[in-house]
C-alpha cells in the first residue's frame, strides 16, 4: 500500500485478542495509542498518521494499516 497516496489508519482487527502488552504504544511516535484500563489498546484516530510501526510490533498480529475514506 502506498502510504503517500490517501489516508491511512491503524486499526485494530480484532481488538477482543489484545492482550494489553502496550507494545504498539510505545512504538507509536505520535503517541496515537494507549492500552485502556490494562485491558486493551485504543487508537486515537485524530493522531494516527498510519506509519505501521504499531502493526510491525503488535505481537498479536492484530493490528492493521488500513485506508480510510474522510
Do not use: H
Amino acid at each position: 500500500m502506498n502510504m503517500a497516496k490517501g489516508k491511512v489508519r491503524a486499526a485494530f482487527v480484532a481488538q477482543k485478542d489484545c492482550v494489553a502488552c502496550g507494545c504498539c504504544a510505545k512504538v507509536c511516535p505520535l503517541g496515537a495509542i494507549e492500552v485502556i484500563k490494562g485491558i486493551m489498546a485504543q487508537v486515537d484516530k485524530s493522531k494516527c498518521v498510519g506509519c505501521g510501526k504499531c502493526a510491525k510490533e503488535c505481537p498479536a498480529s492484530i493490528i492493521r494499516i488500513q485506508e480510510v475514506t474522510v
